[in-house]
């Protein structure tokens, strides 16, 4: 069922439950944010703010759970979409010997058009009040985190077109504001509107820009969706909905944007004019990314519908609600990766504490050896699929969210040096750890049951050996050790580590085998002290985010020079001192003490249930130095 505004989707989410009204005063400066993580991670509902210090209510949290996303999305589960993809590809690329085969194809094709976006003619709702003067500071921005470079818009729609074709681009890029009239533009190198600022570079033009905010929530999941390019995102759309979309030109470029939307700013890039200090901002990964420079976007029109609400959501420290648009992505697009890329897949799983690009799992209905490694290499290669930096390949069956079953069927089936497959290639820019800019690498673990082909005749699994006490007595530098995992049938230890020497997670590892302190373990794994112990989803998340896999994994030798068979992944962050490393380090994101206690003093006003305790509490050993930079290579 489409929606006709986002207050008709509000009215449902409310319908269903799943929504809370706060009436008190909440600011958009640090206090939404810290209400929406203590409830995302206690599995709350949606909230609108409607009391902001702004004439426009502030939506958040409205894709955070599973129900919501089905409700957003108009679907009654996510599995549906994938679904209808596979049909509408058999009733196409089936086999028409006859006529009445290929009449049967005319309600299809008439479905699929139905599904087009159309341009009025006129204005829409959208376009209700033009605001007068032009001031981004009227809208409710967020600022979210407390080393954030200012207010970020985080839901915006931006839309752009390619000059020479004129196809559009949906996509998804934070906005920080600087000006009434001026915000940044972060659109990665990657991304389809960066492709579309390079053209207009070349040209020496300007780039029209439009931002919508809100209407339909299809929207919002569609500018995030990763779509081959020149599929349009409005047809993609309007295939979920069932129901085409409707756009109006804007009133300052020749963009087309929603009718139905709640919010468009409109204005233009010009690549010919300096770029713009932006960030830090609080990411996704759970880090701060640093200053770039992006390009400025200049502001020449604010329009709004009457009853305006402004989206929003925030990202940080998993589980955040960009997890439930990543799951839909999952399910949604799984199909379409099975019909195109890979036939064999059988499922594919992203968990939230791979923050998207860090962990990738996928089972395979595996025929022939060699078969995980070659879906590796046709998974690294399909689209945003690049970025993934750790991917597990399981046999077909495997339930790739049992997680310890998952570790277990690694430890069985994945030789630690055998089958541990490397390669260079892109990186997502939000990637800190990476080498280089947007340029690192990636790990595999096959964890298929082998062929005989496959199979190792030297590989002896014998019983594991770990003494925590005398590991602990002999390298002063751990500071924690646990072999729990082992009775769980896990062939993987953790430690922690204070590092003082250059190098000195290398020497350790040394010391480890030599001194036969461990024997018969797969997987060494070393990290900084761990907030709550070792708790597998923050080691998980954190270790993923730490690691260049080709820098950060690695072996010891034997006396013969051959690698010795544990596999020793180097999760700690990395400094120059330390590691050699000469970017940036950034800080893990947590909330400011004046705003958990000020939140802790409202929240039994607020109407939100029972007391949440700020989950940045939990995480407050993780951060280095007071700002969003942990460790400056220039400082060392």
Not at 220 to 241: C, H, S, V
Not at 382 to 407: E, S
Not at 505 to 518: N, P
């Amino acid at each position: 069922m489409p929606y006709r505004s986002l207050r008709d989707f509000i009215q449902t989410l409310e319908s269903a439950g799943e929504l809370i009204r706060v009436k008190e005063f909440v600011s958009p400066c640090l206090e939404v944010a810290e209400i929406a993580d203590r409830l995302v991670k206690s599995g709350g509902k949606a909230v609108l703010f409607e009391n902001n210090g702004t004439e426009f209510p502030i939506l958040i949290l409205a894709f955070a759970g599973d129900k919501r996303m089905n409700l957003a999305l108009s679907l009654r589960d996510l599995d549906d979409a994938g679904r209808m993809i596979e049909g509408i590809v058999k009733d196409f690329m089936g086999p028409k010997e006859h006529f009445l085969d290929k009449l049967r194809l005319l309600p299809a094709l008439q479905e699929i058009s139905s599904w087009m976006p159309k341009t009025l003619s006129g204005r829409g709702a959208c376009q209700d009040v033009i605001m007068n003067p032009i001031d981004l500071g009227k809208l409710p921005v967020l600022k979210c985190w407390p080393h954030d470079g200012g207010p970020f818009i985080t839901l915006p729609c931006v839309h752009t077109r390619n000059p020479e074709n004129k196809t559009r681009n949906l996509g998804m890029y934070r906005m920080q504001v600087f000006g009434p009239c001026l915000a940044g533009m972060h659109w990665h190198m990657h991304k389809g509107s960066a492709h579309h600022f390079h053209l207009y570079k070349q040209a020496g033009t300007r780039m029209p820009v439009s931002v919508s905010l809100g209407g339909d929530p299809v929207y919002t999941y569609a500018a995030t969706a990763p779509l081959p390019e020149n599929l349009d995102e409005y047809l993609f759309a309007g295939f979920l909905r069932k129901k085409k979309v409707e756009l109006v030109r804007c009133i300052t470029n020749d963009l087309e944007v929603p009718a139905d939307a709640d919010f468009v700013i409109e204005g233009y890039v010009d690549p010919t004019e300096e770029l713009i200090l932006e960030g830090p901002f609080g990411d996704h990964t759970g880090f701060y990314s640093l200053e770039g420079m992006f390009p400025r976007f200049h502001v020449t029109c604010i329009t709004h519908r009457k009853d305006a609400v402004y989206p929003s959501t925030i990202v940080g420290i998993p589980p955040q609600e960009d997890a439930w648009i990543g799951k839909a992505t999952e399910r949604i697009f799984l199909t379409p990766i099975k019909l195109s890329v890979v036939p064999e897949l059988s499922n594919m799983h992203m968990p939230p504490e791979g923050v998207f690009h860090n962990i990738a799992l996928a089972s395979i209905h595996k025929s022939y050896p060699g078969q995980a490694v070659k879906v590796m290499s046709s998974l690294w290669g399909a689209g945003q699929m690049m970025f993934n930096k750790m991917m597990g390949v399981f046999d077909a069956g495997v339930d790739l969210n049992d997680y310890v079953q998952l570790a277990r069927l690694i430890s069985e089936h994945t030789h630690p040096v055998w089958g541990v497959h490397f390669i260079q290639g892109p990186a997502d820019i939000l990637d800190h750890s990476s080498r280089k800019y947007g340029f690192g690498s990636k790990i595999g673990f096959d964890a298929t049951v082998k062929t005989a082909e496959e199979e190792t005749d030297t590989w002896v699994r014998g019983t594991p050996y770990v003494d925590e006490k005398e590991i602990m007595n002999a390298i002063p530098a751990i500071t924690s050790a646990n072999s729990n995992l082992i009775k769980e049938g896990i062939s993987a230890v953790i430690f922690s580590v204070h590092k003082s020497k250059p190098f000195e997670i290398r020497v350790i590892a040394k010391q480890l085998i030599e001194d036969g302190l461990v024997n018969n373990v797969s997987f060494i794994i070393f990290t900084d002290s761990l907030p709550g112990g070792h708790n597998l989803s923050v080691l998980s998340w954190l270790v993923a985010n730490n690691l260049d896999p080709m820098r950060d994994c690695f072996y010891t030798e034997d006396g013969n020079g051959n690698k010795n068979p544990v596999l020793f992944i180097d999760g700690t962050m990395k400094s120059l001192a330390m590691d050699g490393f000469t970017r940036d380090w950034p800080n893990v994101i947590v909330m400011d003490d004046e705003t958990i206690s000020a939140i802790d003093s409202k929240w039994n006003s607020l109407g939100l249930g029972g007391f949440i305790s700020s989950p940045s509490l939990q995480f407050k050993s993780l951060v280095i130095s007071n700002g969003a930079v942990a460790m400056d290579p220039g400082r060392e």
